[in-house]
């Protein structure tokens, strides 16, 4: 018998909160150094990133580092209408504070980016499997989001290498990504 969505979320989950922080940063590094030599990531301008939860790999020294190189980031913010709005940061420490559920987001005040300004979109996702698909926390905001995105644009998903399952259930309005990158592989649609 085939698995839910929501029996995947909870197994992965379970599996998440048994990682101590010293092993999400070394894994999240890890990450980190092959998000970084991607050429996709290379020749980006501008990067959406994702403002990680406690045991989602983490993207804080990889915000940082990407604003320390040039790159202009953005961060999203969810909106009251279930979507997500990019918001251009300057300075992860100053730019943020607690949003929506509870996570870090950009401050109201910051600017808007329209999502065709951005040139490579890193996901979150609690789940991926074989050909790019993911799913998150099952509100579909990043479905939403990515659904309103050029097919050609570069997303890319962050995970540990256990995240990764054979096939995922497939909804009508679910958006695979282009790319996913774990601790061991970068697997790409």
């Known amino acids: 018998m085939r698995k839910t969505k929501g029996q995947i979320r909870k197994e992965i989950l379970d599996k998440l909160n048994t ?14 150094k092959k998000l970084f030599s991607l050429p996709e990531f290379k020749r980006a301008k501008f990067v959406m990133f994702y403002a990680s939860q406690d045991r ?7 915000i940082d580092e990407a604003i320390k190189m040039g790159k202009k980031v953005a961060l ?15 300075d992860r420490h ?3 504070e607690k949003g929506t559920y509870g996570i870090s ?21 609690i789940a991926f499997d074989r050909k790019n698909r993911r799913i998150g926390r099952g509100k ?3 479905d939403r989001f990515l659904g309103r995105l050029s097919r050609n644009k570069c997303s890319v998903g962050l995970a540990f290498d256990f995240q990764i399952v054979e096939n995922l259930p497939k909804d009508s309005h679910d958006i695979p990504v282009s790319k996913v990158i774990t601790n061991l592989t970068v697997q790409t649609r």
């Open 19 to 32: 990682q101590n922080r010293e092993e999400i940063l070394k894994k999240s590094e890890t990450i980190k």
């Open 56 to 62: 989602e790999v983490n993207t804080e020294e990889m």
């Open 76 to 90: 999203p913010c969810c909106s009251s209408l279930k979507t997500i709005v990019s918001k251009e940061i300057t």
């Open 105 to 125: 987001e950009p401050r109201k005040c910051q600017k808007n980016i329209q999502p065709d300004k951005i040139d490579l979109i890193v996901v979150p996702g």
């Open 94 to 96: 100053r730019d943020l």
């Open 140 to 142: 579909g905001y990043y």
